[in-house]
């Protein structure tokens, strides 16, 4: 089926109610534990972690990609973006709305943008900016994607923070309770398909623990410190492996302070989430 370039400016919207199991959940599955209790218990109510918005985003995402046509299976997640615009409460109702706001020619593929908003019971809470690769669907001598820069760690720099964080073997069993179900993290079969040995740990899996450990060390747990986390996706994580975050400072575009942050594969070194950018205050 051909790529519906009619399809680009396409919405769909999702609502859902959440309460603290759900942020908790989520903190639990991104390997929070004792050391994390203000965003696992229910008394006080919890924390939520500024990266909770890609959870509620990621149906009415692919609501819009299946508007395009393609074959999703063939679907690569990119790159992904994150804003706080103010603090998750721990409960309530979660309206996310989801807009195609591009389709380009990559030639082995095509770039699609998806950009969401989340309210909690009225008030804006997160964006989110999703980058897609459309492989096999390139070659329509259509535009090339935006230029967006890509974040470097500056030479010779030592990093402001190093943390190994170990994986559990159940750690994708775990992240897709989240609402993320692609058999690709969980059924053997399906992974040895997409070339894999076993099944791989969730990009956004590796991508909230790089956040997560970023709030820790760089604004001592407070989400309202939070403004946004961008970064690529490099290398596929297993389930289990012991992950490697590091932060490096860099100049901020405002009046607050940025940070880059690297998540790499231990027994490798090789990164698995990279061009990290942070925003904070």
């Known amino acids: 089926m051909a790529l519906d370039h009619g399809s680009v400016g396409a919405t769909a919207e999702r609502t859902t109610r959440y309460d603290w ?19 696992v218990i229910d008394s006080p109510p919890p924390r939520v972690l500024p990266t909770y918005g890609v959870l509620s985003a990621f149906e009415p995402m692919f609501d819009v990609m299946r508007r395009t046509g393609a074959d999703l299976v063939q679907l690569l997640h990119t790159a992904q973006r994150t804003e706080l615009v103010a603090p998750f409460p721990p409960g309530g109702s979660l309206r996310t709305a989801a807009t195609l706001r591009g389709l380009w020619d990559m030639k082995i593929g095509a770039m699609a943008l998806v950009d969401t908003e989340s309210h909690v019971d009225g008030v804006l809470c997160s964006r989110t900016t999703w980058e897609l690769l459309l492989r ?47 058999p690709i993290h969980s059924d053997p079969e399906v992974a040895r398909l997409a070339g894999f040995d076993r099944p791989i740990l969730h990009g956004l899996c590796s991508y909230g623990i790089g956040a997560r450990i970023a709030l820790g060390q760089l604004m001592d747990g407070d989400p309202t410190r939070f403004r946004s986390f961008e970064a690529r996706f490099s290398k596929p994580v297993m389930p289990g492996d012991t992950l490697t975050v590091r932060g490096y400072a860099l100049e901020s575009d405002g009046d607050g302070s940025a940070a880059a942050i690297s998540v790499a594969i231990k027994s490798t070194g090789e990164e698995a989430v990279g061009s990290g950018r942070m925003e904070y205050s």
């Open 21 to 39: 199991r759900d942020v908790a959940l989520y903190a639990l599955s991104l390997g929070a534990g004792t050391d994390d209790l203000p965003f």
């Open 136 to 182: 096999g669907e390139g070659g329509f001598r259509g535009d090339r994607p935006p230029r967006r820069p890509r974040t470097r760690v500056p030479a010779d720099a030592e990093p402001l923070f190093e943390v190994d964080v170990p994986t559990l073997q159940s750690q994708a069993l775990i992240y897709r309770l989240n609402g993320d179900i692609n």
